[in-house]
Structures are given as structure tokens and as C-alpha cells.
């Protein structure tokens, strides 16, 4: 996800991502805990744009 396409979305789209990013990582943790996932890059992407709706809300949150 570009961060470009972030910073266009309304706030209240970004914390709906944001608990849908969260529950992802979840899902994924499990799994490999399980061993059902070989795809264990794909925990870093999610945290990464974890990280930048994050950032997004804060820059928001100090502009208003």
C-alpha cells in the first residue's frame, strides 16, 4: 500500500483499515505458529503499513 493512497482516505476509513491490518496480523501469527504459512515476509509488509496508517492518524491528529 503506497503511502500516497493513505493520506487521501478520511480518517474514519483509515481506523477501520487499521483494526482490518491488525486483525490480519493476528490471523497470520497464528498460522505460523501453526506452521500453515510459508509466507512469513508477508508479516513485515502488513506491519509496515500498520506502521503508516499510524503515522497518517498522528499527522492528522496534530494538523487539527
Given at each position: 500500500m503506497d503511502?500516497?493512497?493513505i493520506k487521501n482516505k478520511p480518517a474514519s476509513e483509515l481506523h477501520h483499515l487499521l483494526?482490518?491490518?491488525r486483525k490480519k496480523l493476528d490471523e497470520l501469527n497464528?498460522?505460523?505458529s501453526q506452521n500453515q504459512v510459508?509466507?512469513?515476509?508477508?508479516?513485515?509488509?502488513?506491519?509496515?503499513d500498520i506502521?503508516?496508517?499510524?503515522t497518517v492518524l498522528g499527522e492528522n491528529?496534530?494538523?487539527k
Open positions: 503511502i500516497k493512497e483494526d482490518e491490518l497464528f498460522k505460523v510459508k509466507n512469513i515476509r508477508e508479516i513485515r509488509v502488513i506491519k509496515k506502521a503508516k496508517v499510524m491528529k496534530k494538523v
